[in-house]
């Protein structure tokens, strides 16, 4: 696949140093995703030409993916938090979502993949990057005669029509196939495992390609590691306290039910973080996609709180589920 | 170097069962520094065995490498937070501190390491380990005829003779040797390199060796990251979000004095967070051991404030000392 569209993201630079006078802000904390850490600096450079010399910029070292995952200590010792690249999972005074809409044209690959529809009943669904051109997508589909199905999933998501990795609740309409439009495999794959019953089209005008998701490796590598962990004694159950990553109950409750299962905080969920517990498997209790896509990185088995009650016998095998996460915090 | 001793711990279990009773505690955190982590679900089980059905105990799955290193989220939603394996920087009454004192007997190695002493005025430092030794070692060496120094450092230290990773005021006495009683080259190196005038003998009763800190390697490379960092443009300032690693007042400096330099925070300082920044260098005003030890691991140089100083020629180079930390938080 090749980048064949220059993808130039608006950051909304007026609108923040509004906010950053009307409030009189003296630190401002700035908070990226990784895949846009690197222009940090060159925001920065913007806003510090923009705005008063006595107003400090900080920038987020901490690894973020997604507005589940806020910058909480940068935020608390910042009157100004600007997150950029999500859309707001909860709205506070003190944080400024900046969504980073994509200047990118959907209508070429939406226009290639019709040929992938079948019939005139379609879900449409996209990310908070291209939410800008949602309604303009559904103009354009009734127009060539489609009747789209969308909805606002729940409240995780800011905008109907908006998918989440772990939330795919706008997917949840009455038809049987879903057009997903927008860069990557990363939100289609957790799309189609959470609607095995759904096609689901990719329309990618980032890197120009139309592919039908495909989770079959992925549901392969779910059973093999329920599998692998039924035989496991001892347990970690994995809460994670980034603060829109916390099932406190669900994990609580597998402790309190079995007595080889040990309750293990943290906010990054890594391969070297968990080597240093001495166990046969994991439960992890925060993001999904660190379960489902990175799985296989880790030394043991590491499972859904679904999959650890399929392992544990609670509940058969053939209920396998794609976690998700609702709610905000 | 084997490991001659097997090292047993005293993790204190009835001090801790007595102050989860009398604080009525129902949710009980546990931390352990990286080495120990393992022995985490073990520690917790024990504990469970000795207090009441309906007290929960949460283990922290953060990295760790100090008692400047609290695992603060754990210890805030924690009745009873127990840190093992360093002695207070700080007391808190939420807080048991569990040293874990080593059963190691030194003096057999200590016995070895007087034939690299020159003559008998000796300074003695010893980590929080073997502090429950240090009497006795210093009432050792006096019965051999040694004039033995010793003091406590500041109030980042919790006794006499101790030394952290990143302090060793303990050896600031009237001797020309330290003697350094504990395991590994990790601590008599940064003593070394802080007391370059002082012979720093080791005696390390855990791999049963005797041997001189050598510190060239260490300050080549120092010298080395400087020399390349005088060409850097843009600087990467990092400030430590840990609550015992943060200096904001020589962060804030750098950024009022320099235009081309970017303030970053982040609590786990790694190669990979840094490399989503494109700067030409950085500085840590965080840990100095990040900065020494596993500075030549991350992409571009990273200096200690003083160094950086070096670097933009505010300070000649031969003024380099090592970086030590002091106060608590």
Redesign the interface.
Same mark, same amino acid.
């Given at each position: 696949m090749s980048l064949k569209h220059d993808r130039e993201w608006d950051y909304e630079l007026e609108r923040i140093v509004e906010e950053v006078e009307d409030r009189d802000a003296k630190r401002v904390?700035l908070q990226f995703p990784?895949g846009l850490?690197?222009r940090?600096?060159a925001v920065?450079d913007d806003l510090r030409e923009r705005c008063d010399d006595d107003v !400090?910029?900080? *920038?987020?070292?901490?690894?973020c993916y997604g507005a589940c995952d806020l910058?909480t @200590? *940068?935020m608390r010792r910042t009157d100004v938090f600007v997150h950029f690249g999500h859309s707001p999972m909860k709205e506070s005074d003190k944080i400024i979502y900046v969504p980073l809409f994509s200047n990118v044209d959907p209508f070429p690959i939406l226009e290639d993949s019709l040929a992938e529809l079948d019939g005139d009943e379609v879900g449409l669904v996209t990310t908070a990057q291209h939410m800008n051109r949602f309604e303009d997508m559904c103009d354009w589909l009734e127009e060539r005669g489609y009747d789209v199905h969308t909805r606002r999933g729940d409240d995780r998501l800011t905008f109907e029509g908006q998918v989440l990795g772990c939330n795919y609740a706008s997917a949840d309409i009455d038809a049987d196939q879903v057009l997903y439009v927008g860069g990557g495999k990363f939100h289609p794959l957790g799309l189609a495992m959470e609607h095995p019953d759904k096609k689901v089209v990719i329309a990618d005008p980032v890197n120009n390609v139309v592919t039908i998701a495909d989770t079959e490796k992925f549901m392969k590598q779910r059973y093999a590691s329920v599998h692998k962990a039924m035989d496991a004694e001892?347990w970690g159950v994995?809460?994670c !306290?980034k603060i829109g990553q916390g099932r406190m109950e669900i994990a609580?409750k597998i402790?309190e039910d079995n007595d080889n299962a @040990?309750?293990? !905080?943290?906010?990054?969920?890594t391969p070297d973080?968990?080597r240093?517990?001495?166990?046969d498997a994991f439960v992890n209790t925060g993001c999904p996609r660190i379960t489902t896509d990175d799985g296989p990185r880790f030394h043991k088995p590491m499972l859904t709180p679904q999959e650890y009650r399929i392992a544990v016998g609670d509940e058969p095998l053939d209920s396998l589920e794609f976690d998700t996460f609702h709610g905000t915090w």
């Open positions: 904390g990784e850490k690197r940090g600096p920065a !400090t910029f900080m *920038l987020s070292g901490q690894p910058d @200590y *940068l001892k994995i809460f !306290t609580e402790i @040990y309750l293990i !905080t943290m906010d990054e969920v973080r968990l240093n517990f001495d166990m």
